[in-house]
């Protein structure tokens, strides 16, 4: 009977013990909403798949405006957003890198997308890019962009 007593008090207290770790290492996540930016090409041709924490120095110097007649270039203002970007190697397949997800735990934004891409070859080769903004307030102080079991985390500029 006494093991039986000593069995129960035992399991009690390593149940006790599991949840109350359970629950300490839960993470807060804060849901962040990106906002697509177009309008603008890479002035970079990387060889291989690149992400930045751009400040508007940066940016100017990665980015050209792509004005098309009757289009209005959008503003970033960067005294109120902060702005990331994914920039890939030049192809001649059709190519979308799409935003699907970001978050703010244990102060980093992570953004999580996916790429896209159409089987059928194109005539032209283009540089596949997104830029997209996020609110400066934003409580993090590194930006870990995750596409799949690739990540690359950068600090906030």
């Known amino acids: ?23 300490h290492n839960e993470v807060q996540e804060d849901t962040v909403k990106l906002t697509p930016v177009t309008g603008y090409f890479s002035k970079r041709n990387p060889y291989k798949l690149e992400v930045y924490s751009l400040d508007k120095r940066l940016f100017n110097r990665y ?3 792509a004005r ?3 289009d ?21 397949y059709d190519t979308r890198i799409i935003l699907n997800k970001a978050f703010v735990a244990d102060s980093i934004l992570h953004v999580e997308y996916s790429i896209h891409e159409v089987l059928e070859e194109r005539s032209y080769k283009i540089i596949p890019a997104r830029l ?3 609110d400066a307030d934003v409580p993090a102080t590194h930006i870990q962009f995750e596409y799949g079991d690739h990540i690359i985390k950068k600090p906030i500029r």
């Open 132 to 134: 997209f903004t996020y």
């Open 68 to 70: 098309v007649m009757g």
């Open 63 to 65: 980015f050209s405006p």
């Open 1 to 23: 009977m006494r093991v039986i007593i000593v069995y129960l008090v035992f399991l009690a207290i390593v149940c006790t013990g599991c949840s109350f770790t359970t629950a």
């Open 72 to 92: 209005s270039l959008p503003e970033i203002d960067f005294e109120s957003q902060k702005v990331g970007a994914i920039i890939m190697p030049q192809t001649s």
